[in-house]
């Protein structure tokens, strides 16, 4: 989970955990360490390969734009069949097309309203507690 805002971050995971998701969550607040999880300490990106991974991507971050991020797992060939589901604050259209044309999965547009972002919160964690993660190879 790539999320800067940690009030978002907790309540990301807690309504995934309440959804039944008891996968491990390494969270990042920062394009920057995000990225050098992901693709090593080379830069190749290998090491994710023995990962089973999905990516819960924000856009606004404080050293980069999630959309670069996206870029460059995307364009990555041990990374690029990883989920990225981008949740963010961000509705432009052009940004939401931005992001599937380069590969996203899933754009969420994280609500105003605390109730409704718990319940979206939610909704996403039901929906990856019957995902498909493909293998790595």
Do not use: W
């Not at 999320?3 to 807690?14: F, K, N, S, W, Y």
């Not at 991974?53 to 606004?60: H, K, P, R, V």
């Not at 996206?70 to 990883?82: D, F, G, I």
Request: aromatic share 6%.
């Amino acid at each position: 989970m790539v999320e800067d805002d940690e009030g978002h971050a907790r309540l990301i995971e807690r309504n995934i955990r309440r959804a039944g998701v008891n996968n491990e969550i390494v969270a990042f607040r920062d394009g920057t360490s995000a990225l050098t999880y992901l693709l090593g300490a080379d830069g190749s990106g290998e090491e994710s390969s023995a990962r089973s991974l999905l990516i819960l991507l924000d856009l606004n971050l404080p050293d980069m734009t999630g959309v670069d991020i996206l870029a460059k797992v995307k364009s990555n060939p041990h990374l690029k069949r990883s989920p990225v589901i981008v949740l963010t604050t961000t509705d432009d259209q052009r940004e939401i097309k931005r992001c599937y044309d380069l590969g996203a999965n899933v754009y969420i547009t994280k609500p105003v309203n605390y109730e409704s972002f718990a319940n979206a919160i939610q909704q996403l964690g039901l929906f990856l507690s019957v995902m498909q993660v493909p293998a790595t190879e």
